[in-house]
């Protein structure tokens, strides 16, 4: 977990993959925004921070497919909570099955979208993601 010692985060990454965390945490620090970022490697490790942070993260970023507790159980799990129902959630996955789509947006998912393969596409998916949720005036 990247936490250092701030117990407050506009965006959170879960992703069971250290190398796609690195990518998308990098790619936020290119942004022209100061922006605190958590990232985790586990659903579980996101749900014992959420519990410890001063207040809930602006938007939490998922990865579908983790071990142990996947992104539809986080979704569950985060919007039956009053605490945290309203985070915005994206679910950035490798899935493009309708199905996981149609299960995500049931589950209360924000958006739902595939991640691209190339750094400048990252790039470009997540700064519009925190345009739209966290607002275009962070800086």
């Given amino acids: 977990m990247k936490t250092g010692t ?3 985060a506009d965006v959170v990454i879960v992703d069971d993959d ?3 965390r690195f990518l998308m945490d990098y790619a ?3 942004l022209p925004l100061n922006l605190n970022v ?4 586990d ?3 996101v749900l014992t921070y959420l519990q410890k942070c001063q ?3 602006s938007l939490l970023i998922t990865d579908l497919n983790m071990p142990c507790l996947n992104g539809f159980e986080l979704l569950n799990l985060l919007k039956q909570s009053t ?6 959630v994206v679910v950035l996955t490798t899935s493009q099955a309708q199905e996981d789509r149609e299960r995500c947006y049931r589950a209360g998912a924000n958006a739902f979208i595939v991640k ?6 990252v790039t470009k998916l997540l700064h519009s993601c925190i345009q739209i949720w966290l607002g275009s005036s962070r800086s």
């Fill in 6 to 8: 701030n117990l407050f």
């Fill in 18 to 20: 250290e190398d796609d």
């Fill in 28 to 30: 936020i620090d290119q």
């Fill in 38 to 41: 958590v990232t985790v490697s």
């Fill in 43 to 45: 659903a579980r490790d």
């Fill in 55 to 57: 207040r809930p993260p």
């Fill in 83 to 88: 605490h945290y129902r309203d985070i915005p």
């Fill in 116 to 121: 691209p393969g190339d750094f400048s596409e």
